[in-house]
């Protein structure tokens, strides 16, 4: 299981309901729902139990709890990706050649106009 499965997990099971956790952790609910099936299906059982009142932890998924939080205390902390302010690209205009830096003649010709 990965790290972020197991995060996903604990999150789920702290507040036993799939919406909040993934609100909480700040991920689309379908996120939130496949990481839960990837694990069950690794384990082979159901790690929750939805019922009308609600949802419940299984035996296997409160073992499975236990665990997942010593993994992840264990596990180094997650790394922030670094962003670089995003926006839209910008098309260079001209004529398929580098622009022309200020103060250097412009390339083929002999001198520069003022």
């Given at each position: ?24 952790l700040?991920i689309p ?17 159901p ?18 709890l236990?665990?997942a ?20 690209a910008?098309?260079?205009?001209g ?10 003649p ?9």
């Amino acid at each position: 299981m990965k790290i972020n499965q197991l995060r996903h997990f604990v999150a789920a099971a702290e507040e036993l309901h799939l919406a909040r956790a993934a609100d909480k952790l700040d991920i689309p609910l379908a996120m939130m729902n496949s990481s839960i099936a990837a694990i069950e299906a690794e384990i082979g059982q159901p790690v929750f139990v939805r019922t009308g009142e609600g949802t419940k932890l299984t035996k296997i998924g409160t073992v499975l709890l236990e665990d997942a939080r010593a993994d992840i205390a264990a596990a180094p902390a997650p790394v922030k990706k670094a962003t670089n302010g995003g926006g839209k690209a910008k098309a260079s205009k001209g004529k398929g050649r580098a622009p022309a830096v200020k103060g250097e003649p412009k390339p083929f010709k002999k001198r520069q106009g003022r």
